[in-house]
């Protein structure tokens, strides 16, 4: 069973950097898009950033021009680089990916345990 282990989370003062890093415990036959998610307590989680299989990418509009998504395909990683960094950026970040774990099997999605950033004023 492919597990998504996400590390780099942590606490920083506004203005700063952190670097997310998601990595697939093994490779499965197809990856259509990986991508980071955030939640806050109360709210749907909601897009950050993703990658598609031919290296396309959304950017949320709250994110743009801070946070840079990057995938290695050779390695199955996703990292996501978060500069100038919010108060309002502090939320519990999960790592998605969806793909095809067999040739014959269904498109599965997938989901890391989540890694918490958290922004002071």
């Known amino acids: 069973q492919l597990q998504l282990v996400e590390s780099g989370g942590g606490l920083v003062q506004s203005g700063g950097s952190l670097r997310l890093s998601c990595a697939a415990t093994r490779r499965i036959f197809r990856v259509d898009v990986m991508g980071w998610y955030r939640q806050t307590p109360g709210n749907q989680r909601e897009l950050v950033a993703s990658?598609?299989?031919?290296?396309?990418?959304i950017i949320a509009d709250s994110v743009k021009g801070r946070f840079t998504i990057t995938r290695d395909s050779a390695k199955n990683t996703l990292t996501l680089q978060m500069n100038r960094l919010k108060p309002e950026d502090t939320a519990t970040y999960y790592c998605k990916l969806v793909g095809k774990p067999w040739s014959d099997s269904s498109t599965t999605v997938y989901w890391g345990q989540g890694t918490q950033v958290a922004v002071s004023p």
């Open positions: 990658v598609d299989f031919d290296g396309g990418t």
